[in-house]
């Protein structure tokens, strides 16, 4: 069985950074895309950023420059460096991948969130 565990989330004051790890463990062959999404309150989940194989990255324009997604690959790991962090970047920050698992296709997986909250 698969599973995706984020870590990271907590309380930062305006213009602080925070760190957010996921780590995908089980029977794993392999893992596509990585990508974080968030869900503020009364807001629809959004795709915040997303990292191929290859690293090849993409963003929401409204984190570009100041949010970076990166992997480690021997880690099952995906990552977002947030930097200069707005009181509108709070939501719950979800984590999805594409993972094949012992059989032949790719399935979609999710963490279960963590909270981060921007306010001073």
């Known amino acids: 069985q698969v599973q995706l565990v984020e870590s990271g989330g907590g309380l930062v004051q305006p213009g602080g950074s925070l760190r957010l790890s996921c780590a995908a463990s089980?029977?794993?062959?392999?893992?596509?895309?990585m990508r974080w999404h968030r869900q503020a309150p009364g807001k629809e989940r959004e795709l915040v950023a997303g990292i191929s194989r290859d690293d090849t990255t993409n963003y929401a324009e409204s984190v570009k420059g100041r949010f970076t997604i990166s992997r480690d690959n021997a880690k099952n790991t995906v990552y977002l460096q947030m930097n200069s962090l707005k009181p509108e970047d709070t939501a719950v920050y979800f984590c999805?991948?594409?993972?094949?698992?012992?059989?032949?296709?790719?399935?979609?997986?999710w963490g279960q969130g963590t909270q981060v909250t921007v306010s001073s």
């Open positions: 999805n991948a594409d993972i094949r698992g012992r059989s032949a296709a790719y399935y979609a997986y």
């Open positions: 089980g029977s794993i062959f392999g893992i596509n895309a």
